[in-house]
C-alpha cells in the first residue's frame, strides 16, 4: 500500500511539474499572478504566441487545475485556480537566480525594476513596498514577526478603523488571517493572507495605489503618500517606494 501510495504521489508530482515546465505555460502563469483574468488573446500576446497554441497551453493548465476559465460574451477569461496556485509559483520563482541575465534591454530592466519597487503578488502587495508596508506595520505594533506572522490586537483595531474592515466577522476561509510570504526580489517577507488580501482592496479602492500599465507592477499616488504619512507618523515609508 505504502508503494503504491509512493507511485501516485511521484506520479502526480511529475504530472504537476510538467505543467509549468514549458516556457509558454510559465509565462502564461507568471502573468496571472497579479491576480486578475486575462482574456486567453491577452495572454497569447504576453506570451509571443499564436493564438493556437496559447488555446492548447491553456487548455493543458485549465485541465491541471492550475488555471480557472469561465466566458463573458465571446471572451474567454483565465485566472489561477486560487491563491495557493499563485504561493507555488512565487515559492517557485524564488529558486530562481536572484539578478536578470547581463545585458537586459532598456525596456527589460524599466520593467523589472518596476516589479522590484512594487506590484501585486496574487491580491497582496509585494517588491520593496510591499515588505516596507509590512515593516511599517510592524515596528507601528500592528503585525507580530517574531515565530512566525500574526495580527496584534491593535492590527485588527487597525483595519476597523483606518481600512473598514472587520477582520474578526471575515467570512470563514481557509486561508490563514495572517501569513508571510517570502519575496522573490528582495529575500524578505510580505503580509500576505487575508489581511494582506484586504490591505491591497482597501488601497486600491481608496486610489492610495494604482497599476502601472497592465501588469503587476504598482506605484504610489500623492494621495497614498499623504495617507502612508498620516498611517504611520514615526515609521515612514521609504523614499524609493513612495
Known amino acids: 500500500m505504502r508503494t503504491t501510495t509512493r507511485t501516485s504521489e511521484s506520479t502526480e508530482l511529475a504530472r504537476l511539474a510538467g505543467l509549468l515546465a514549458d516556457e509558454t505555460r510559465a509565462a502564461m502563469c507568471l502573468a496571472l499572478v497579479d491576480g486578475r483574468g486575462w482574456t486567453a488573446t491577452e495572454l497569447a500576446r504576453h506570451a509571443g504566441v499564436a493564438p493556437s497554441t496559447a488555446s492548447e497551453a491553456l487548455s493543458k493548465l485549465v485541465d491541471g487545475g492550475l488555471l480557472v476559465e469561465w ?20 515559492d517557485l520563482t524564488l529558486r530562481l537566480p536572484p539578478h536578470p541575465p547581463a545585458g537586459p534591454t532598456l525596456k527589460a530592466a524599466t520593467v523589472a525594476e518596476a516589479l522590484a519597487r512594487g506590484r501585486t503578488c496574487y491580491d497582496h502587495f509585494a517588491g520593496r513596498f510591499g515588505v ?22 491593535e492590527g485588527l483595531t487597525w483595519f476597523t478603523t483606518e481600512l473598514g474592515v472587520g477582520l474578526e466577522t471575515a467570512p470563514p476561509s481557509r486561508r490563514p488571517l495572517v501569513r508571510g510570504c517570502l519575496d522573490w526580489t528582495q529575500r524578505r517577507p510580505h503580509l500576505a493572507g ?27 499616488t500623492p494621495a497614498g503618500r499623504t495617507a502612508l504619512t498620516r498611517l504611520f507618523p514615526t515609521h515612514p515609508l521609504p523614499a524609493d517606494v513612495l
Do not use: N
Request: aromatic letters at 8%; a positive charge.
Open 71 to 90: 466566458r463573458q460574451g465571446r471572451h474567454r477569461y483565465l485566472a489561477l485556480a486560487g491563491p495557493d496556485v499563485a504561493e507555488l509559483i512565487e
Open 194 to 220: 487575508v489581511a494582506g488580501a484586504r490591505l491591497c482592496t482597501g488601497f486600491f479602492e481608496r486610489g492610495w495605489v494604482i497599476r502601472v500599465g497592465s501588469g503587476r507592477a504598482v506605484k504610489v
Open 132 to 153: 516596507a508596508l509590512t515593516d511599517a506595520m510592524t515596528a507601528a505594533g500592528l503585525v507580530r514577526q517574531r515565530a512566525g506572522f500574526a495580527l496584534t490586537d
